[in-house]
């Protein structure tokens, strides 16, 4: 998971600085592209594609001209109810299914929800209570979650049952709605101090909440430099995991910038979602390695080339 308050100051500067295109611009430039619905529910993001429409909404519509049909946004919380409730309605008629965002503001300079501390868990679980009601208001059943840093001078074992309390007070919370919280392993290089790094571990901790509302985001670029043996990985976890996210790794771009082979990659989800009768979205939880009209197109290419499975 990229830094929320770095990732979102990027986006909107991006969308800001390319916001060049007006609407008549971005029907002409998607209709000439392939509208051809993508096999897997690849979700964009705001700022992605800002050349192309510069307006959010239209983002959302342009999105669903490439044949793009999820979509993610870690901020949405943080946005008017007036947005949400457009967006929502944008997303209803253009057939999108709204991915994650961001469930609790998680302090990352403190341990949080590691410590075991009384108001650490009592504002965990008001943040997921009222992301409830966001979660209504933008029809998702997903949103991310991280148990926040290490804590210094407790044990590991301490640190992971309360991270286990907390989590199983927060699943009964979501249970209603039925809103997953899906927690998301970060990796050591970008991330150095915080809790959850493992695919191996994030299981272990579903296995010991044991809620359906409570499941692991697995995000490749991070568990690519964190572990590697992606496909193994996510067979061993596969029944705890909710959702996934993309980025090639090194660079955190579009797929086919890096080492990972997404086409196979994305090939095995295909066929093990198919065989176990299950739907995932997969967050485009990345950068454009190239700016401009250009490199947004280059990002759709990318997913038309890994989607050929």
């Not at 690849?42 to 001209?65: E, I, K, T, W």
């Not at 359906?212 to 670029?221: A, N, R, V």
């Amino acid at each position: 998971m990229i830094d929320r308050r770095t990732f979102m100051g990027t986006t909107l500067a991006a969308a800001a600085a390319g916001a060049t295109a007006t609407t008549r611009e971005a029907r002409a430039m998607s209709s000439a592209a392939n509208q051809a619905k993508f096999r897997l529910a690849y979700a964009p993001h705001f700022g992605m594609f800002s050349n192309h429409a510069a307006d959010d909404l239209d983002q959302l519509r342009f999105a669903a001209d490439q044949g793009f049909w999820a979509w993610e946004d870690n901020g949405m919380k943080g946005r008017s109810v007036e947005f949400q409730e457009n967006a929502a309605k944008v997303m209803a008629e253009r057939g999108i299914k709204m991915g994650i965002f961001v469930a609790a503001d998680i302090d990352w300079r403190n341990a949080t929800l590691t410590t075991g501390k009384k108001e650490h868990l009592d504002k965990f679980v008001a943040d997921v209570k009222s992301s409830v009601e966001v979660a209504k208001r933008i029809n998702t059943k997903t949103c991310t979650i991280v148990p926040g840093t290490v804590a210094e001078n407790i044990p590991v074992g301490i640190q992971t049952a309360n991270v286990v309390e907390a989590l199983k007070r927060a699943s009964d919370v979501c249970a209603e709605y039925g809103l997953v919280m899906v927690n998301e392993p970060l990796n050591w290089r970008d991330h150095p101090r915080l809790f959850l790094r493992y695919s191996d571990q994030a299981f272990a901790i579903m296995k010991a909440v044991d809620h359906p509302c409570c499941k692991i985001l697995f995000d490749m670029y991070h568990q690519q430099a964190t572990e590697g043996n992606l496909i193994d990985n996510i067979n061993r976890t596969w029944d705890e995991v909710a959702y996934f996210q993309i980025g090639d790794n090194p660079g955190r771009n579009e797929p086919g910038t890096g080492e990972i082979n997404y086409r196979n990659v994305f090939g095995h989800i295909a066929r093990k979602a198919a065989e176990s009768k299950r739907e995932f979205i997969l967050g485009m939880e990345h950068g454009n390695s190239k700016g401009g009209n250009e490199g947004e197109l280059a990002v759709i290419q990318a997913y038309r080339d890994a989607d050929g499975f």
